[in-house]
């Protein structure tokens, strides 16, 4: 006897969960995707270092993105490459390869009509410096692309810098700075009016302001509606022919944690090799020539890596303008992600807190969610076991499946991701070398420092010969900054794991090491769902304390008394299990205010920046060491 469709679909929901709750869920299948496959060489050298590379090499691939931009169009014309929200009514808008296309080269002429500066001249060595760059002073847009690409074209280096610097910044410290170390000749800002006070009081210099609103910027402002119009000749094509790969294409900004930014070099190289990599590796499972949407910001590698991932994979991106931080710039994305299905999804660890709680309250929401999605991507800070446990029970539940959820690592001098899970796992790590990676992990007590050498690592910071020379081994390698450890000794092909930053190693006052990173991370899986992100504490001191930002549902559901008591409780199994000085807590403070943007406490990609957080918190770090704590401090023996 067949029951009714519309029986088993009201059933559906609950064969699910008991089917979850008869097996574990790591037996669920996942969704099927098409990874390259892992074939990992494995060197073990005396000094007890490890060399990891994939044996399969980097597919061939063209080093000139404005190359493949006019190729692109040429064979997709009028597919939506760009979709963004414009208009009184918000609509969604697309522009296509063939507009792309034709945008740019008439800003590329434009730049070479105004600025009339030479070819830049061959040099020897680390590859050759162009023309004064462009800074883009404006968040994600169809006109911050063509901007940026227009300028690529004909060798002028682009530099987005995160919007915040000239927002929020009361002196424009950063803004000074980048811009006497990078001089720009173009700035282009889509937007003037909320940078006016930017514009007045900062020197650009002989800098041109580019703007879609030449009414609200400086008088001499050029209008990007004029420059669209401009008539293109020969000249530029003949500029994009002669571009090579060592060109410098753009300048990318650290996040400027522990001091100001600095200016990576990223060369038209770097970048095509990157994309060759990923979408080698995960580019079929992650269905990039079709539909994605992001919001990561532009100003920062992963989000400029996915706007050009998206084009030379001839795939289609929505903008998510945005942003996974509690409010209206949340409930925008949300209200994204109800009416654009994808097949690939990248956040970072607070962004995909957020959305398992809207998850876990919006059916409406999952079936749109998981409709075509086959892989997650998470990046910027490690991912809490328990947090990925219930986002699968999520997928189970609405799709019968479980999702690759996978991290790319990297960083600004790697040009974007240069490591990833590419394999069927539920832990979370770090992956693999990707192809053409060498990666090298030098012991540090029980854990490995992580070294990578490759086409992507950038060839020098700009203007700062030390700090790149500082930056490398004595074998060229870049020393990443970050440790970590094999998920399986004896199986390395299972990946590493994040085993924490040198930069967050720390002493008590006793002298005792603590390896802040791994603890931190610790932390976050002990205390999930309770707290999102959490601040280590006790430089100097007598042990170690924190300061922690409560999950906002777990406050409403137990009260402030009855969160402090779960938290106790779980602090108390975290110190019995781990009883030494330098992993047990004895003190924590729950933080009222979220992470401040303008002072730096969160980056624009949404993670925190624990130096900002200690230095402008420092009365909080007071309370929580006083000799008689207040009743909001948490205290375990």
Not at 133 to 142: A, D, K, V
Not at 315 to 342: A, C, F, M
Not at 491 to 519: D, I, M, Y
Not at 555 to 570: D, K, P, Q, W, Y
Request: include cysteine; glycine fraction near 8%; charge should be neutral.
């Amino acid at each position: 006897m067949r029951l009714p469709a519309l029986l088993l679909l009201t059933w559906a929901p609950w064969i699910i969960s008991l089917v979850m709750q008869l097996t574990r869920l790591g037996s669920i299948p996942f969704r099927q995707t098409d990874f390259l496959p892992v074939d990992l060489a494995v060197e073990r050298r005396g000094d007890g270092a490890i060399m990891l590379r994939s044996r399969i090499p980097l597919r061939e691939f063209e080093p000139c993105l404005p190359r493949v931009l006019a190729a692109q169009a040429r064979l997709l014309g009028d597919k939506p490459y760009l979709v963004q929200r414009q208009g009184p009514e918000r609509a969604w808008t697309p522009h296509s390869y063939a507009d792309t296309k034709r945008d740019t080269d008439a800003i590329a002429q434009w730049l070479l009509n105004r600025l009339r500066h030479p070819n830049p001249p061959p040099h020897a060595g680390e590859g050759r410096e162009g023309a004064r760059p462009i800074l883009l002073l404006s968040g994600n847009s169809i006109a911050h692309a063509l901007v940026k690409f227009g300028g690529m074209a004909v060798g002028v280096p682009a530099c987005p810098v995160s919007a915040n610097y000239g927002l929020m910044d009361a002196n424009f410290t950063r803004l000074r700075h980048v811009v006497q170390l990078t001089r720009p000749s173009v700035v282009f800002v889509e937007n003037a009016k909320p940078f006016a006070r930017a514009l007045e009081q900062v020197d650009f210099g002989d800098a041109i302001v580019l703007t879609a609103t030449p009414q609200d910027a400086p008088r001499g402002a050029e209008s990007l509606a004029s420059v669209l119009q401009t008539p293109v000749t020969s000249a530029v094509a003949e500029r994009i022919a002669a571009l090579r790969g060592e060109d410098h294409a753009a300048y990318m900004l650290t996040s400027g944690s522990t001091g100001l930014p600095k200016a990576v070099v990223q060369t038209y190289a770097n970048i095509a090799a990157n994309i060759a990599q990923a979408l080698q590796t995960i580019g079929e499972a992650a269905g990039w020539r079709g539909t994605t949407m992001d919001w990561l910001p532009w100003n920062h590698v992963s989000g400029a890596f996915g706007k050009m991932l998206t084009l030379v994979a001839g795939g289609t991106l929505y903008i998510d303008e945005g942003k996974p931080v509690p409010g209206p710039l949340w409930q925008e994305s949300l209200r994204n992600l109800r009416e654009v299905p994808g097949s690939y999804y990248v956040n970072v660890p607070l962004g995909y807190q957020l959305l398992v709680e809207a998850l876990e309250a919006d059916e409406d929401l999952r079936r749109t969610f998981f409709r075509d999605l086959k892989v997650l991507l998470y990046g910027g800070a490690g991912l809490p076991q328990p947090l990925y446990e219930r986002l699968q029970r999520l997928a189970v539940e609405t799709i019968g499946k479980r999702l690759m959820l996978i991290s790319a690592y990297g960083s600004t001098e790697t040009t974007s991701g240069c490591l990833a899970i590419h394999f069927e796992t539920d832990k979370v790590g770090l992956g693999v070398p990707m192809p053409g990676i060498r990666v090298k992990l030098v012991p540090v007590d029980t854990r490995y420092e992580v070294r990578i050498a490759g086409p992507v690592v950038t060839p020098c910071y700009l203007h700062d010969p030390q700090r790149t020379a500082e930056s490398r081994d004595e074998e060229g390698f870049y020393r990443m900054g970050d440790l970590a450890v094999f998920h399986d000794p004896e199986r390395p092909e299972h990946g590493l794991a994040f085993a924490g930053r040198l930069a967050e190693e720390f002493k008590l006052g006793s002298g005792t090491w603590v390896s802040g990173g791994q603890l931190r991370a610790e932390l976050l899986r002990q205390l999930a769902p309770l707290v999102d992100e959490l601040v280590l504490c006790g430089e100097g001191q007598t042990s170690i304390g924190v300061l922690a930002w409560p999950n906002r549902a777990a406050l409403e559901n137990a009260g402030a008394s009855g969160l402090h008591t779960a938290i106790r409780e779980r602090l108390a199994a975290h110190n019995a299990a781990n009883p030494g000085a330098s992993t047990s807590v004895r003190r924590l403070l729950l933080l009222q205010e979220p992470p401040n943007a303008a002072a730096h406490e969160l980056s624009d990609k949404g993670t925190v920046n624990r130096s900002a957080v200690l230095m402008r918190r420092a009365a909080d770090v007071e309370r929580l060491y006083a000799a008689a704590p207040a009743a909001d401090v948490i205290q375990l023996n």
